[in-house]
């Protein structure tokens, strides 16, 4: 009797880039089909390198959702968005995803992303918000463009908000994974993050939300407190932090009314991600400048 030859186990990472607001994130939560990074129609949302862990039948593939590369950077939390995105690429990746939005790339971005391919691993490039309306030919013209400049392993037209080729990126994807012995994480692991950090995560996804202009780019969120009692709500205490006393204004509203709203929404996605009660508590301070200080940007865990 002859036993029938299984595939060998195959794991890897995957790193997901793109502009901000391309739809990185979303494609993270879809291809995970659950909820991991916060998401926002505002531009440079992310602001960590965020491993999401899919376990499927034979492989382990580790999605890694980065900050959004921009073209040039005001300061030094955005250059240091840029290095968290580019070692993604550069140290961890067997495979890129390039996640680019129904729009020509300029000359500038095409050489950007190039760089990406000194990382030897292979690129597909995602053209996502398909669903959205194109002229006729508009998509043929930006595979194009993008095709001639990187020449990507594979290209798939897809979008992340309804899921549409998101199964065939996978399949790609997969497909790419070098082989493994084992997963590289214990099987059922979503990620390697712990709780608080999705919790702040959570308050900066309602601020993103519930605030306009220059708010929620100037806004750092540290959980000060996390403590949990078998048989009581557990005790968060959320610490945001803002550049200027306007933007403290802002947060905190007429009578409290704004930091109020903000505790009231946060606190509903917290205990629905936590799948428990929690008590929170948010206090605003302000750290002149904290975009600009390097000291800042470690303490508030932005830099390793
Ligand atoms: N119509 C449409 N909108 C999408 C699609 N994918 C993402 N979006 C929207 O685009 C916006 C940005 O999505 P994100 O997933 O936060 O984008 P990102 O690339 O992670 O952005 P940064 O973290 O800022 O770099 C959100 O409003 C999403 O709902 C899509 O396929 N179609
Ligand atoms: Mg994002």
């Given at each position: 009797?002859?036993?029938?030859?299984?595939?060998?186990?195959?794991?890897?990472?995957?790193?997901?880039?793109?502009?901000?607001?391309?739809?990185?994130?979303?494609?993270?939560?879809?291809?995970?089909?659950?909820?991991?990074?916060?998401v926002s129609?505002?531009?440079?949302?992310?602001r960590?390198?965020?491993?999401?862990?899919l376990d499927?039948?034979g492989?382990?593939?580790?999605l890694l959702?980065?900050?959004?590369?921009?073209?040039?950077?005001?300061?030094?939390?955005?250059?240091?968005?840029?290095?968290?995105?580019?070692?993604?690429?550069?140290?961890?990746?067997?495979?890129?995803?390039?996640?680019?939005?129904?729009?020509?790339?300029?000359?500038?971005?095409?050489?950007?992303?190039?760089s990406?391919?000194r990382?030897?691993?292979?690129?597909?490039?995602?053209?996502?918000?398909?669903?959205?309306?194109a002229?006729?030919?508009?998509?043929?013209?930006?595979?194009?463009?993008?095709?001639?400049a990187?020449?990507?392993?594979?290209?798939?037209?897809?979008?992340?908000?309804?899921?549409?080729g998101?199964d065939?990126?996978?399949a790609?994807l997969?497909?790419?994974?070098?082989?493994?012995?084992?997963?590289?994480?214990?099987?059922?692991?979503?990620?390697?993050?712990?709780?608080?950090?999705?919790?702040?995560e959570?308050?900066?996804?309602?601020?993103?939300?519930?605030?306009?202009?220059?708010?929620?780019?100037?806004?750092?969120?540290?959980?000060e407190?996390?403590?949990?009692?078998?048989?009581?709500?557990?005790?968060?205490?959320a610490?945001?932090?803002?550049?200027?006393?306007?933007?403290?204004?802002?947060?905190?509203?007429?009578?409290?009314?704004?930091?109020?709203?903000?505790?009231?929404?946060?606190?509903k996605?917290?205990?629905?991600?936590?799948?428990?009660?929690?008590d929170?508590?948010?206090w605003?301070?302000v750290?002149?400048?904290?975009?600009k200080?390097?000291?800042?940007?470690?303490?508030?865990?932005?830099?390793?």
């Amino acid at each position: 009797m002859t036993e029938t030859p299984t595939a060998p186990f195959k794991a890897g990472f995957v790193a997901i880039l793109g502009r901000p607001n391309a739809g990185k994130s979303t494609l993270v939560n879809a291809l995970l089909k659950q909820k991991l990074s916060i998401v926002s129609p505002k531009p440079q949302t992310t602001r960590h390198k965020i491993l999401g862990i899919l376990d499927g039948e034979g492989f382990q593939l580790c999605l890694l959702d980065t900050p959004g590369l921009l073209g040039d950077s005001k300061d030094k939390l955005q250059d240091t968005l840029r290095v968290t995105a580019k070692r993604a690429a550069h140290d961890d990746a067997d495979a890129i995803v390039l996640v680019v939005e129904s729009t020509l790339p300029d000359e500038k971005t095409l050489q950007e992303f190039g760089s990406l391919l000194r990382t030897g691993a292979p690129l597909i490039l995602a053209v996502n918000k398909i669903d959205l309306p194109a002229s006729p030919g508009k998509h043929d013209n930006i595979i194009k463009a993008y095709e001639t400049a990187l020449k990507p392993a594979a290209v798939v037209k897809m979008s992340a908000l309804t899921g549409a080729g998101v199964d065939e990126l996978m399949a790609k994807l997969v497909a790419l994974l070098p082989e493994s012995p084992e997963p590289l994480y214990e099987k059922g692991q979503l990620s390697d993050r712990y709780e608080r950090f999705f919790v702040a995560e959570l308050i900066r996804e309602q601020i993103f939300d519930q605030f306009q202009e220059e708010i929620p780019h100037a806004t750092a969120v540290v959980i000060e407190a996390f403590k949990e009692k078998s048989g009581q709500p557990d005790q968060i205490a959320a610490l945001l932090y803002v550049e200027r006393d306007g933007q403290k204004g802002i947060l905190v509203g007429q009578k409290g009314k704004a930091l109020k709203e903000l505790h009231d929404r946060s606190l509903k996605a917290i205990e629905e991600f936590l799948g428990r009660e929690a008590d929170l508590e948010i206090w605003v301070k302000v750290r002149h400048n904290w975009r600009k200080d390097l000291n800042a940007l470690k303490e508030f865990g932005y830099l390793p």
